[in-house]
């Protein structure tokens, strides 16, 4: 099983769509989660950390399932702008100083 | 605002030489870390670096080694390049404590023929 799992994509929304995506990891132990974001033929930037009671940024909201050990972000109002590959990432082997990144999820937003 | 920067943007070198890519980051950050990127495996970690010469493996070590004599610095090699090395090479930094926030440079593409 993958460390970090997404689901690849690509999710194609109207401009306005409520979507959200879903990544799962294996360790049972992490501590520390993220989503980046990735632009095309763009190195990858974060978008926000993921705190264990969630936690909002404007039209982005990330959250925390510790018992199911997923994590998720919604997107509220879609932008055309928002048409990115987004990048769950996840401190995964136990003792590692090093990130897991996912494959990522990429969205389209259309007009 | 955090600035890291890659020697070049693309690359072309041929099966058997010996590569060198460069990153430099200018906010005196304690971790250094070079990935690579392919399609449908997302960033995969090589090596990175918590202080001056000091390096650990990554998940995908072999066929690359590393260096970091100043802190500023931190160079990926490929002893002998091949063509599974083609790919998108991501550096990145962060500064102590072990999950910061990474900020990356804007990658190398090294094609190898």
């Known amino acids: 099983r993958k460390e970090v799992e997404q689901d690849p994509g690509p999710f194609n929304v109207p401009e306005g769509a409520t979507v959200a995506f879903n990544c799962t990891y294996s360790?049972?132990?992490?501590?520390?989660f993220f989503w980046y974001r990735q632009d095309c033929r763009k190195e990858p930037k974060l978008l926000m950390s993921v705190y264990s009671s969630g936690n909002e940024d404007g039209r982005f909201t990330a959250q925390l399932n510790r018992a199911s050990q997923y994590i998720s972000l919604l997107i509220r109002d879609s932008k055309l702008s928002d048409s990115a590959t987004y990048l769950c990432?996840?401190?995964?082997?136990?003792?590692?100083?090093?990130?897991?990144f996912g494959s990522g999820t990429r969205l389209q937003v259309q007009p | 605002d955090v600035k890291v920067t890659q020697s070049s943007r693309y690359l072309v070198k041929r099966t058997g030489e010996k590569v060198f890519l460069e990153c430099v980051q200018d906010?005196?950050?304690?971790?250094m870390f070079w990935y690579r990127q392919d399609p449908g495996l997302g960033l995969r970690l090589i090596y990175f670096s918590y202080d001056v010469k000091m390096k650990e493996k990554g998940d995908i070590p072999e066929g690359y080694s590393v260096s970091r004599e100043k802190k500023e610095r931190f160079s990926l090699i490929l002893e002998s390049a091949s063509t599974n090395q083609t790919s998108m090479y991501l550096c990145?930094?962060?500064?102590?404590?072990?999950?910061?926030?990474?900020?990356f440079g804007p990658g190398t593409r090294l094609t190898v023929l």
């Open positions: 990145a930094s962060s500064s102590s404590g072990t999950y910061n926030e990474q900020f």
């Open positions: 990432v996840v401190n995964g082997e136990t003792g590692r100083r090093a990130l897991t």
């Open positions: 906010m005196d950050h304690e971790n």
């Open positions: 360790n049972s132990a992490s501590q520390s």
